[in-house]
């Protein structure tokens, strides 16, 4: 976890103060919704179908437990009683009122949580792999360079009003949990021929209208020179970036219209003209940021203890324990996701109790740390193996032991026409009845790792493009038709999906899915060849002809 200083708890409770007398001003009549719309939207507050949505930034997708308890009061003080986690690390509530959102920032601040640029034409929250600091093989935890980048970002004069809205995400592992390659810039950690640490930076990517994965603009950027790069980027995205057209105003349509190699020589030139400045980070300064984060005092222990052994004998444990517990980078210690994909369940969803009981597990079993990941799961980063049957039966009377963890029920979705103003069709009932009608586990494991993505309108939050089967809702005279994809991906190899045919009507939706696991099972090579893996070597006529050979 990392530590607040003065400076941070100073900055969020004056932005309270601030928020609550804008919203003051909105309330007694002196601010119009239009003047009050730049201030609550760079305090996380959009305007939905139904009522203000609040979004939560939660930094690199760490939190202690007293953070979780805190989200737990939001939701019952000021929400329905619940909160949905979202792809990118934050949390929304979803029917708060104007008049209590400073109360609820206030509650937040308490714990050192906000919701600063977490909407707005602004650097959003920095994303991260949410096993960071404890998976095998990463090159070092990459939630000390989002700190940096979020001391950078937070209200940069210069880079608080950009075309649009603008995302990092980090990684530091060979396999991608963060999707940098669908964010405007992402940055892989690595290690050069001479063990230097440094970047890959990527740039350009993005999904909504016009997806695009992200392209190499310099393969290694040193971790001294990361601001200072960063910071040459965003120059030439502020100047050259449109403002005229919201929709070609991202990052990632500057770069396909310029190229990349142009781009990346426009970045170059800026750099070289201000590289040795102030951004430079020094040895200390990385130093000084590294020492604010406290890492758990690990006991000495060894894999497969005796109670694991003896646990193992019970199908329903070692089902989920196959399924959603992963190597750690200590001996005898387990990664644990909790799945928010109940059965029938909307995805991403907590109730404030299991947020409650899920903060007092991670006080008993991990620490104090939670986890937020990308798929909209949870995780309890440093499990004892020798205690991990008590935490199932624990996570399994909350309801979040189900052993779905990336098979075709872990569904992402966004909320869809249930609540955002944005959506022109539903999302949540579909991964509802997907999720129903692949119930059964022995068939979701036959199946084998099968993402499925759902976005209810065109800017992509459910990220379809990158789904493995994605689905896009569309209107169409009034009616919800929903397009269908296959073939993406989000991880190292990330690609954008291939559209299969004809839009297909809400009803049928479910019903196509079917066929195209089906035809999968019977035309994939061997039993362990994957869906992705599958498509990839077919392409997707003999998906095609199934889907629409009786339709």
Known sequence: MYAYDEIDRTLINERVSEFRDQVKRRLSGELTEDEFKMLRLMN??????HAYMFRVAIPYGTLSADQMRKMAHVARRYDRGYGHFTTRQNIQFNWIKLADLPDALEDLAKVGIHAMQTSGNCTRNITTDQWAGVAPGEVEDPRIWCELLRQYSTMHPEFSFLPRKFKFAITASAHDRAAI???????RLHKNDGGETGFEVLVGGGLGRTPFIGKTIKPFVPGRDLLSYVEAILRVYNQYGRRDNIYKARIKILVHELGIEKFAAEVEDEWLAMRDNALTLDDEVVEDIRSRFTYPHYKQLTDLPDELKAAS???????WRLNSVAPHRRPGYSIVTLSLKPIGGPPGDATADQMDAIADLADKYSFGEIRVGHEQNLALP???????????????KIGVATPNVNLVTDIIACPGLDYCSLANTRSIPIAQELTRRFANHDTANLIGRLHVNISGCINACGHHHVGHIGILGVEKNGEEFYQITIGGRADEHAVVGTLIGPAVPYADVADVVEDIVEAYLALRARPDELFIDAVKRLGVEPFKERVYATR
């Open 382 to 396: 440093h499990v004892a193996q020798r205690d991990l049957p008590a935490l199932w039966r624990a996570l399994d």
């Open 44 to 49: 996380g507050v959009y305007l939905q179908l």
């Open 313 to 319: 004998a019970d199908p329903h444990f070692e089902a």
């Open 181 to 187: 390659k669908v964010h405007d810039i992402g940055l």
